[in-house]
């Protein structure tokens, strides 16, 4: 047996399981804990099956559905506008394209914190896009576009876009140009080039966009919490409110199990989606 | 102009906006951190740095300011060197495991941070790593391997092995190769994995919350309770700051990637 590989992948090996599966497998058992009376953050030794079946009424399942919506609108409105905007880019020469790119890229630069803020200013019942709004007399009232479903919804869209689009723009950038102008020459009209070329062709990225979306949607904390409305969250804000404002860890746990569950479920939805779609399994030959 | 021309012009247009929008939240913020007064209203005449001096004279930010930067720069050297060797060995060997640990490398990425912070803090706490920067550095260290993997791992598929198999075949310790072949043809790659690695651990806001105590104040951590309570031009004067640092760092590393290539280009062969 050759020791090379084992001592190169050893470090990252060790990192992945001291610090992902280990806090994973402890999540899991933590959510099988008595809640802790008193110091800790459960009580040892204990196996209870409450805080799984707690979330089983009707306010925990509206959370997970909640969460399940949230996520798959991200996805949609993330592949809806990523989608033109690579195409976009691929249009455009050297010079705007690089100011395009750095513009999109700019923000990644930025703590997630920054970019909600401005969002939240922006986009405020007094901020300059509502006073604007009210000047040109569009809106009588300010539009309430924090504190909500659509503010939670942007702040998102927000930081997953960019990943998005640059990954989209990677995969039409590989598209064979000749193919598009060959068809258009051989007298498709403009949609079916684009109906029969290019989308079929970009699917590869565009399921891959989706897929980020769901799974980062679905996990979204700091949008819905800092721009969305305090009644409806997501489950990866209960869980830090169940933690660190109630002190309930173990039911916290009970929800991060569910949260990794729901998101597993989501992700093989949608593999099984695109497989059925495109007819042939996902990986396969390319 | 002919309708072709005007969809042109509109698709750009439109093209533009949409850029526009997506950096607008972080330009308002900077105008923003200019305000003489403490209502968020971006300045018009009277610009002040005043926020700026209340900055750089409070050490709660300064020491915040050097955790993060003390953090991020930990967390690239760990994250490139374990994700480079990770992604040489997947890509070279054939090994026991190697389906699985393809698997695990990406698994940060679909792990959402608050589930990560929510079983890393009881982990920490009972090893002794809670309230330490070293648990910080190692927790941004897993959630950037991903990234430098897949990376390093791009760049290594458009080489040519046959390099290493040549200079090894000609004599040349596996040291040597590391030094004259890998290093000098992958270090661009290595480097752009650092910055990367350094940008997220540096902005990285949910573990760190997750795992915040005193003694490990950085600054998302100092910046998160005044955006959810008292929202200041404080807040945008710090993300200002955090910002350039970020991008700061990425130019100069990517000023060693122009040199590496500039040097190799010039040697002979």
């Excluded at chain 1, 969002?119 to 000047?135: A, C, F, I, K, Y």
Aim: proline share 7%.
């Amino acid at each position: 047996m050759n020791p090379r590989p084992y001592l190169l992948a050893g470090p990252a090996a060790t990192l992945l399981i001291g610090l992902l599966v280990c806090p994973l497998l402890l999540v899991i058992r933590v959510s099988f804990y008595q809640p802790a009376n008193g110091r800790g953050f459960f009580t040892p030794g204990t196996w209870t099956l409450a805080n799984h079946s707690a979330l089983m009424d009707a306010h925990g399942l509206g959370l997970v559905g909640y969460t399940i919506a949230f996520g798959t609108m991200i996805a949609v409105v993330v592949v809806m506008v990523s989608f033109p905007l690579a195409l976009f880019l691929r249009s455009l020469h050297s010079s705007l394209l690089r100011f395009a790119i750095a513009g999109i890229t700019l923000p990644k630069f930025a703590s997630v914190l920054v970019i909600l803020f401005g969002l939240q200013q922006l986009l405020g019942d007094t901020g300059p896009v509502n006073r604007m709004l009210l000047t040109w007399g569009i809106v009588s009232d300010p539009l309430r576009m924090m504190r909500g479903l659509f503010g939670a919804l942007i702040g998102e869209v927000f930081l997953i876009l960019p990943y998005a689009v640059i990954l989209l723009f990677v995969q039409v950038l590989e598209m064979d140009p000749i193919l598009e102008s060959s068809a258009r020459g051989l007298g498709a009209s403009r949609w079916q080039v684009f109906r029969r070329i290019t989308l079929p062709l970009s699917m590869p990225g565009l399921f891959l966009a989706g897929q980020l979306g769901l799974v980062w949607g679905m996990g979204a904390f700091l949008g819905p919490l800092l721009l969305g409305s305090p009644e409806n969250t997501t489950l990866s804000v209960e869980i830090q409110r169940q933690a660190f404002e109630y002190g309930r860890w173990p039911r916290s746990a009970a929800l991060s199990v569910q949260l990794i569950l729901a998101i597993g479920i989501c992700l093989a939805a949608l593999t099984f989606l695109h497989n059925k779609v495109s007819g042939r399994p996902l990986g396969g030959d390319r | 102009m002919s309708p072709y021309h005007i969809f042109r012009t509109l698709r750009i247009v439109a093209g533009f906006f949409v850029v526009g929008c997506l950096v607008a939240p972080l330009l308002y913020a900077v105008w923003l951190s200019f305000s003489p007064d403490s209502f968020l209203t971006p300045p018009e005449r009277d610009w002040s740095v005043r926020w700026y001096q209340a900055f750089a004279t409070d050490s709660r930010w300064s020491m915040a300011l050097s955790r993060s930067l003390m953090v991020g720069l930990a967390c690239a050297v760990l994250s490139v060197l374990a994700g480079a060797m990770l992604a040489y060995g997947m890509e070279r060997y054939l090994f026991r495991g190697k389906g699985t640990l393809g698997i695990l490398v990406l698994l940060p990425m679909c792990i959402p941070p608050a589930v990560l912070g929510m079983g890393l803090l009881p982990l920490f706490y009972a090893v002794g790593l809670w309230g330490s920067l070293l648990g910080l550095v190692l927790g941004h260290a897993m959630m950037c391997l991903p990234i430098v993997f897949l990376i390093v791992r791009s760049k290594l598929r458009q080489m040519n092995p046959d390099h290493e198999m040549a200079a090894r075949g000609l004599g040349a310790t596996p040291s040597q190769v590391v030094g004259r072949i890998i290093i000098p043809l992958w270090g661009s790659a290595l480097v752009v994995g650092a910055a990367a690695a350094f940008a997220v651990s540096f902005n990285e806001s949910m573990v760190t919350l997750f795992l915040a105590t005193p003694t490990t104040e950085t600054l998302p951590a100092m910046i998160w309770p005044q955006l959810r309570y008292s929202p200041s031009p404080l807040v945008a004067v710090a993300s200002v700051i955090s910002v350039i640092i970020a991008l700061g760092v990425a130019s100069g590393l990517g000023g060693i990637v122009k040199l590496v290539g500039a040097k190799s280009r010039n040697k002979p062969g």
